[in-house]
């Protein structure tokens, strides 16, 4: 059974940093791509940055490229969310998520899901 577990989330000013971790465990960690997401209030769950199986290949949103980093230890069964430059638009529960595969942006290809962490930007 797959669990994923997020931490880091919390409440933070504009332009300050989090660092966002989802330790997974279940099955073999480094056979699948990570994600993570993100929900707004009122809004519909968007992809924010995911990550193929070795961790070299990333892509991410354009509203966090440039500012957010994802990041994996196959060795610790962790992904990571670096987040910098914070803006009150950011302000959202985000979660991780592990794919079917590799590295993947549509919610569809994600098999198993984190129960969330609250991240609060304050301007």
């Known amino acids: 059974q797959v669990q994923l577990v997020e931490s880091g989330g919390g409440l933070v000013q504009a332009g300050g940093s989090l660092r966002l971790s989802c330790a997974a465990s279940?099955?073999?960690?480094?056979?699948?791509?990570m994600g993570w997401f993100r929900q707004a209030p009122g809004k519909e769950r968007e992809f924010v940055a995911g990550?193929?199986?070795?961790?070299?290949?990333?892509n991410s949103a354009d509203s966090v490229k440039g500012r957010f980093t994802i990041s994996r230890d196959n060795a610790k069964n962790t992904v990571y969310l670096q987040m910098s430059n914070l803006k009150p638009e950011d302000t959202a529960v985000y979660y991780c998520a592990q794919s079917t595969g590799t590295i993947a942006t549509r919610q569809g290809q994600y098999a198993y899901w984190g129960q969330g962490t609250q991240v609060t930007v304050s301007s």
């Open positions: 990550i193929n199986l070795s961790g070299r290949i990333t």
């Open positions: 279940g099955r073999t960690f480094s056979n699948y791509g």
